[in-house]
């Protein structure tokens, strides 16, 4: 569906990880005009900078419309840099060789490219109330019963352990 509102959409986001990796969540906090929503979900295992982009890449999806204008507020240097200074574009020409990551930042590029979106940098713990709202939603994520596992850290981390006989 096109967008027929040219309204721009707030998306806030934040991850959280305990221990890095340990258990992790991500929260997000969507806004345009009057409406505004909330999302959260917790994983036993992962790390922060994946619980940030996936942050991201769940307020995009959850966009209803292609050609949004979207501008995402996050506190991670890692995701705003990667995209603001075009180090994802250079990954996935190479195919994202060597870089941590490349199943979540193939998902993101694709939802990304739906969307005419602009990233802004966050100082995080300094009081911008959303920015807070999203790391009270991702720590409670992760302090929940029963978490999910993040199939794609697994994944990687298996890929990248050595075995010694």
């Known amino acids: 569906m096109q967008q027929s509102n040219l309204q721009t959409i707030y998306l806030h986001t934040d991850g959280a990880a305990s221990g890095n990796p340990g258990p992790g969540g991500y929260g997000v906090v969507l806004q345009c005009g009057s409406l505004r929503k909330e999302m959260s979900e917790g994983f036993a295992l992962t790390t922060n900078n994946r619980m940030e982009l ?87 994520a992760y302090n929940q019963p029963n978490l999910q596992e993040d199939t794609g850290y697994i994944q990687e981390s298996n890929e990248n352990t050595i075995f010694v006989d």
């Open 54 to 140: 996936l942050a991201v890449i769940k307020g995009l999806e959850a966009i209803k419309w292609t050609n949004a204008n979207v501008e995402v507020y996050s506190d991670s240097k890692y995701v705003v840099d990667a995209v603001t200074k075009g180090w994802v574009f250079n990954w996935e020409k190479t195919s994202f060789n060597k870089k941590k990551n490349p199943d979540l930042w193939k998902r993101f590029l694709v939802i990304y490219r739906k969307h005419h979106v602009v990233f802004h940098w966050l100082k995080g713990h300094a009081g911008h109330p959303e920015n807070e709202r999203c790391d009270r939603l991702a720590v409670a």
